[in-house]
Structure formats: C-alpha cells, structure tokens
C-alpha cells in the first residue's frame, strides 16, 4: 500500500510545478472559505472587474486611454444597475406582491382540481390526494414564514446594500486602473516558477472570461425573449416569469426544466386548458428551444466543454458549498479542476523528471 501511495505520489507531484499550483489553489479555496464572508466585496469587485476588463480591452484597442476606458465602463456599468433598480426592480416586486396575493385561489383552484383525479384515474386513491395536499399546506406554511423571515432580515441588511453599492464600485474602479500594479504586487507571493500555473491560468482566463461575459448576455436576451411573447398574450406576472427565466440559464439543463413549471401553473390557472395555454406554452418551448441551439452554441462555441453530468454535479457540489453563489460560478469552477486536471499531464510531458 505505501509503495502504491509512493508511486503515485511521484508520477503526480516529481514536478515542482505541480507542487506549487496545488499549493497556490489549496491556499485560494482555504481563503475563500474562512473568510468569504468577510471578504464579500472584495470578491464581488474583483468578479465585477474580471468581467468588465474585456470591454476595457476592446476600448483600448480603439486608441482609448485606459483611465477613459476604465471611466467609462465602470459609469456605464452602474447606469446599468441604477436603470435596473428604477425601472424593473418596483415593477418586479409588485407583481411578486400580486402573485402572492393571488395564490390561495390558485391553491383553492389546485385542490379542487386534485380531487377529481381519482375519478377521471381509479389508481389514485381519496387517501392520497389527501396526504399529498396536508403535506403540500404544510410546506407552503413554512415557506410563508420563510418569506416573512426573508422581508425582515432584508429590511435589516438594507444598511448593508447601501454600504456594498458604495464600496464595490469603488473596489471595481481601482481594480480595473491599477490592474498591472495590483498584479505585480501578487506577484512577489509567488514562486518564481509557476509555469504550471501559468498555463492553467492562461487557460482558466480565456474560458472563464468568455463563458462569463457570454452568460450575462445569454441571461439578457432570454428574458427579453421570453418576456415579449408573454407580454404580447397576456400572461399575468409575465416580468416576473421572464426573469425568472433568464436567470434559469445560470443552471444549465436543471434550471430550464424547473422555471417551466412555474410558467405552466400560471398559464394554467389564468386560462385553463384551452387554446391560450397551448399557445403560450408553445412559444415558451420554442425561446428554450432557440436558446439551446442556437443562442448557446453562438455564445459558447468552444469556451467550455463539460460533460452534462459533470455540469450537474458541479452545480449540486458548490450550490451546497455557497449556495446561490456556488451555482451561478459552479460551471467556471468546474472548468478550473478540468484546466488543471488537463494540463497535469502536458506539464509531465513537457517537463520529465
């Protein structure tokens, strides 16, 4: 056994190299997870910075001064959010307060559906609907309390918000106009042989770049998409469900498949089975269906390639780990262990003991 870990040791970790990228990222996860917390809006500024140094490139590339550049994008950025807050965020949250005062007839209206199914299906027993609704009550119980919870932990964060809408802009600023200084500084931590590292950086920040700034677009054009065609039928809450479903994209495959229930119920409860269902449904499944042949493969041709089952446990792994955050970065994650795990091998190649 010792000599099989020995062997195994050697063809791993003969590379100095090796070593210190393993050190470097060992030292990065136990960073991020001791003091994630408090260092929240460091990361979020150095994610924003990342994101946003593309379009700082493609200025300076139009003979744009970098501190202009650097002005701008971040200006345009925070019009951005300040448009969003004003224009989306009070409709938004108006229909939320609708739906909500909407849904015990929508429970009302479920339940007496429910029970007519043992009727129209003899399989389904009066005994099962029964525990399935009891059950059903209590969790919208607790979920209720869970909102409540929710608003007034919000309400007592709010001086929190203005302190992050404050501080990550600034951080994204002198991040973005003293990126090279910032780099250097970094620099003088580290091995001076990191050509491992190097690679597997190289590597990471022309996917991950890509797939981000392309996740963001995709996110945008998906709930446009979605939100004309509802708008255009009719469909109650059809803000609300579009952003829902724009963000849904963040998951592959498992967000599409659950932003459509919540899409069907609505459509169902405001028009039944009839044509309008049908219709909307199907120009629903038609945005999905473009956005997966054609949209995805114009965004992400060649950034990532991720088997699906890795995708998914990506996703449950760092979801667990950092909840909403750990999903949203779960397929860059993913794509920095297949970086590594790729270049291990090109590394031994290059460099035999």
């Known amino acids: 056994m010792i000599r099989v870990l020995r062997e195994w040791y050697e063809r791993h970790f003969s590379d100095p190299q090796a070593v210190i990228l393993a050190l470097i990222l060992i030292l990065g996860g136990a960073v991020i997870l ?4 408090v260092l929240t809006p460091v990361i979020a500024g150095v994610v924003i ?8 490139k ?5 003979k744009v001064p970098r501190l202009l550049a650097v002005i701008g994008v971040v200006l345009l950025s925070m019009l951005i959010v300040l448009i969003f807050f004003l224009g989306l965020v009070p409709l938004l949250t108006k229909q939320l307060s609708q ?13 007496q559906l429910m029970l007519t199914l043992p009727e129209q299906y003899p399989f389904i027993s009066q005994t099962q609907i029964t525990e399935l609704m009891t059950h059903l009550n209590s969790e919208l119980a607790s979920l209720g309390q869970k909102v409540l919870s929710l608003s007034v932990s919000s309400a007592i964060n709010v001086f929190t918000l203005v302190i992050y809408m404050v501080v990550v802009p600034l951080l994204v600023f002198f991040f973005l106009k003293d990126k090279q200084q910032i780099l250097e500084w970094v620099q003088q931590f580290l091995p001076s042989k990191q050509g491992l590292a190097y690679h597997v950086w190289r590597e990471v920040d022309k996917k991950i770049g890509n797939y981000i700034r392309g996740k963001l677009l995709e996110v ?3 709930g446009l998409a ?3 065609p509802l708008k255009i039928m009719g469909l109650n809450y059809a803000a609300l469900l579009s952003l829902l479903v724009g963000l849904s994209v963040i998951i592959p495959y498992v967000g599409a498949i659950a932003v459509t229930i919540p899409v069907a119920l609505v459509a169902f409860f405001q028009w039944g089975a009839t044509s309008h269902f049908t219709y909307v449904m199907i120009l629903y499944l ?5 956005d997966g042949n054609l949209l995805v493969p114009l965004l992400f041709s060649e950034v990532v390639n991720i088997h699906p089952v890795a995708i998914i446990v990506a996703v449950l792994v760092f979801g667990g780990l950092w909840g909403v955050w750990g999903v949203f970065f779960a397929i860059p994650l993913a794509t920095l262990i297949q970086c590594v795990i790729n270049s291990w091998p090109q590394a031994r190649s290059q460099n035999p003991p």
């Open 34 to 37: 001791l003091l994630g917390d």
């Open 49 to 56: 910075a990342y994101t946003l140094e593309g379009l700082v």
């Open 58 to 62: 493609k200025l300076q590339a139009l």
């Open 99 to 111: 739906f909500f005062g909407e849904l015990p007839n929508m429970l009302v209206r479920g339940q």
């Open 220 to 222: 945008l054009i998906v």
């Open 226 to 228: 979605t939100f004309i």
């Open 286 to 290: 038609v945005v999905q269906g473009l």
